[in-house]
């Protein structure tokens, strides 16, 4: 994978001004993280390869932050009652052989494409990707505003009623968080598809969330809460391999680690206001702008490999700070949502406290 | 008022003081041995369990501090027991 010895020498030099980058940005990707289960790396592993950190240290690390920052999380709304353990760690472990599967993909379109093939086959995966799941998601969460339906109980689609109604002896498993009994050749595949897009992205939770929504049938509380196992058993598999290599770089796996833990926190809380629906309304809005940020990238990549005619540097530059600011706007959007929602959500709980306490004293 | 002190009294200040220094001084080590910890922590071998071990500690002793430190603030779940069905 990668020279042990050159490693530690790829290590940057950290200042102050880089800490509290990395912390700010870890507290941001770690209040979307604990309300959705998963999103932050998009932004952080970029954001360490701009302060000169290379390609690989930067994933390594990121994913050394990613499984404490996961478990945390996961045992945070495990007291709320939101984790399905069982579902989980089923899907967890499927996902490290789609990890494993993923990277060796990605190291073969590297050979044979050098690294602006293996970005453009990044990026497409995550236009492509985005734009199917993000704008489905988002769908989803307007037509229930619409519909006025936000505050009732939401309803499993047909297709997870199908998937659960299908019984294949010697594979059938209980789920709580499905209250059903599932066969696990429905879950392998999709534990693999997160665990392909994580290692193409940095994301499997924009599959896996929406998967086990729409596909097995998990209210969205307990399959965002529910990520975090996956991203847990992923992410200590992940780093165990990376660290194997010398690739992982402590410092900024705790001090991204430092800024994601209050925001987890903030996150997981923050579940426990709104309405369910809120989960998809914050996971398809940032897919759906990750999705532009993304495909302003495609050209540059094409234009290296030779396939559209050759840009010139400015435009190169310019595409590139663009792609990365709407990145970060996504994900500030995202956080500017769960903390609006939150807040309103605290009042409202304020309001009704004083209310009843109006009337006793009447 | 005397339940308002009582609520007071309930939020865990010490807990959050103590997970809060010791999550201090693990960040201050960390920035104070960066030349020792990443020349042993990238070997590889055996000593690829030296990240994932830290991961732990700084999970366990921030990750508590941090869950006290929004109770201090007074930022907790909702009171209405929410059932996920």
């Not at chain 1, 102050?16 to 604990?34: E, P, Q, R």
């Not at chain 1, 596909?215 to 809460?225: E, F, K, N, R, T």
């Not at chain 1, 400015?314 to 959007?333: D, E, G, R």
């Not at chain 2, 201050?28 to 990443?38: K, P, S, V």
């Amino acid at each position: 994978m990668h020279d042990i010895a050159q490693a530690a020498t790829n290590f940057i030099d950290l200042n102050t001004a880089n800490i509290i980058y990395l912390f700010l940005v870890g507290f941001v990707g770690g209040l979307v993280s604990g309300f959705i289960g998963s999103g932050g790396a998009f932004v952080l592993t970029p954001g360490m390869m701009s302060l000169g950190v290379p390609g690989l240290v930067a994933v390594a690390s990121n994913m050394c932050h990613k499984f404490p920052k996961a478990l945390v999380g996961a045992l945070k709304r495990a007291k709320y009652g939101q984790v399905d353990v069982k579902l989980g760690i089923v899907l967890g472990i499927s996902a490290e052989a789609g990890v494993l599967y993923g990277a060796h993909v990605q190291e073969n379109i590297k050979k044979v494409f050098g690294d602006a093939g293996s970005n453009l086959y990044v990026s497409v995966a995550f236009v492509v990707v985005l734009a199917v799941v993000g704008i489905f998601v988002l769908r989803d969460a307007w037509k229930t505003y619409k519909s006025g339906t936000q505050h009732e109980e939401e309803k499993i689609t047909k297709l997870a009623r199908w998937v659960q109604s299908i019984h294949i002896p010697g594979t059938m498993v209980y789920f709580k968080s499905l209250n059903a009994r599932v066969s696990v050749l429905f879950t392998l595949p999709l534990g693999f598809a997160t665990g392909m897009l994580a290692a193409t992205i940095a994301v499997g939770g924009f599959v896996g969330v929406p998967s086990m929504i729409y596909v097995l049938g998990a209210p969205s509380l307990m399959a965002s809460a529910t990520e975090l196992v996956i991203a847990f058993v992923m992410g200590l598999g992940g780093s165990l391999n990376y660290a194997l290599h010398g690739l992982v770089d402590i410092r900024l796996a705790m001090i991204i680690l430092g800024g994601s833990l209050f925001g987890i926190q903030l996150g997981a809380i923050g579940t426990t206001y709104v309405k369910p629906f809120m989960i998809k309304v914050v996971m398809g809005v940032i897919m759906v702008i990750v999705l532009f940020s993304r495909g302003l990238m495609v050209p540059v990549y094409l234009s290296q490999l030779g396939l559209i005619q050759t840009l010139s540097d400015s435009t190169v530059k310019m595409l590139k700070t663009t792609s990365f600011a709407i990145m970060i706007f996504a994900l500030a959007l995202g956080a500017f949502i769960v903390l609006k929602a939150m807040w309103q959500g605290r009042q409202a709980e304020k309001l009704a406290a004083q209310e009843s306490l109006v009337h006793s004293k009447a | 008022m005397a339940s308002l002190d009582q609520k007071i009294k309930k939020k865990p200040f010490g807990a959050s003081i103590l997970f809060g220094v010791v999550s201090i001084g693990l960040y201050i080590t960390l920035l104070a041995n960066q030349d020792i910890l990443n020349g042993n922590f990238a070997k590889g071998g055996l000593f690829a369990f030296l990240p994932i071990i830290t991961a732990f500690i700084f999970s366990y002793v921030h990750g508590n501090f941090t869950g006290h430190f929004w109770t201090v603030l007074g930022v907790e779940a909702s009171k209405k027991k929410r059932e996920v069905k």
